[in-house]
């Protein structure tokens, strides 16, 4: 079976929310799963996983959470190779507040991964979403689990879900 690595980029914690549903279905040990702030050392840490499952709120002008800064710096600069893995992304916006960059956090992350040769898997239709304009949407998906707990919250469990079942039909289980 395949390594899972869950990191994540939290404030709030709706991201969070989202990586321990993950852990909970594809049972991830607890040190797989990497708090960005808090337990995030070095770009090596990414590479131990076959699967990582990335999320990041989303900030200012679709900015991911700070602590994915210098991790994304690095992946770009210093051409690291993530050829071979798969890649899945999560997160928290707000569709309302700032509508104009709902979730593009995934957007980024998406471009950076994908970018240094990681297969992105996990996309969902935007069908239910209401949002002026994201970097997370890709030929007419997201290309992750987008929650907006401010304005959509009864929504989020049943998005969770879901994104995981397209999940694990993915990575066959």
Same mark, same amino acid.
């Given at each position: 079976?395949?390594?899972?690595?869950?990191?994540?980029?939290?404030?709030?914690?709706?991201?969070?929310?989202?990586?321990?549903?993950?852990?909970?279905?594809? +049972?991830?040990?607890?040190?797989?799963?990497?708090?960005? @702030? @808090?337990? *995030? +050392?070095?770009?090596?840490?990414?590479?131990?996983?076959? /699967?990582?499952?990335?999320?990041? &709120?989303?900030?200012?002008?679709?900015? /991911?959470?700070? &602590?994915?800064?210098?991790?994304?710096?690095?992946?770009?600069?210093?051409?690291?190779?993530?050829?071979?893995?798969?890649?899945?992304?999560?997160?928290?916006?707000?569709?309302?507040?700032?509508?104009?960059? *709902?979730?593009?956090?995934?957007?980024?992350?998406?471009?950076? *991964?994908? #970018?240094? #040769?990681?297969?992105?898997?996990? *996309?969902?239709?935007?069908?239910?979403?209401?949002?002026?304009?994201?970097?997370?949407?890709?030929?007419?998906?997201?290309? #992750?689990?987008?929650? +907006?707990?401010?304005?959509?919250?009864?929504?989020?469990?049943?998005?969770?879900?879901?994104?995981?079942?397209?999940?694990? @039909?993915?990575? #066959?289980?």
């Amino acid at each position: 079976m395949s390594k899972i690595g869950i990191f994540v980029g939290t404030a709030g914690g709706t991201s969070m929310k989202i990586a321990e549903a993950l852990a909970e279905a594809f +049972d991830v040990e607890e040190d797989a799963i990497v708090n960005m @702030e @808090e337990d *995030f +050392d070095e770009v090596d840490q990414l590479l131990e996983y076959d /699967v990582l499952f990335l999320g990041s &709120s989303t900030w200012g002008q679709g900015d /991911v959470h700070f &602590s994915w800064v210098d991790p994304i710096l690095e992946i770009e600069d210093d051409d690291v190779d993530f050829s071979g893995k798969k890649v899945a992304f999560f997160g928290a916006g707000d569709s309302k507040k700032h509508g104009e960059h *709902f979730c593009s956090a995934l957007g980024k992350l998406h471009k950076t *991964f994908t #970018g240094a #040769g990681a297969k992105a898997i996990g *996309f969902i239709p935007k069908d239910g979403y209401s949002y002026e304009f994201s970097l997370a949407e890709m030929d007419g998906k997201l290309c #992750g689990c987008a929650i +907006d707990e401010h304005n959509e919250s009864d929504k989020s469990d049943e998005r969770i879900e879901l994104w995981i079942e397209t999940l694990k @039909e993915e990575l #066959g289980g």
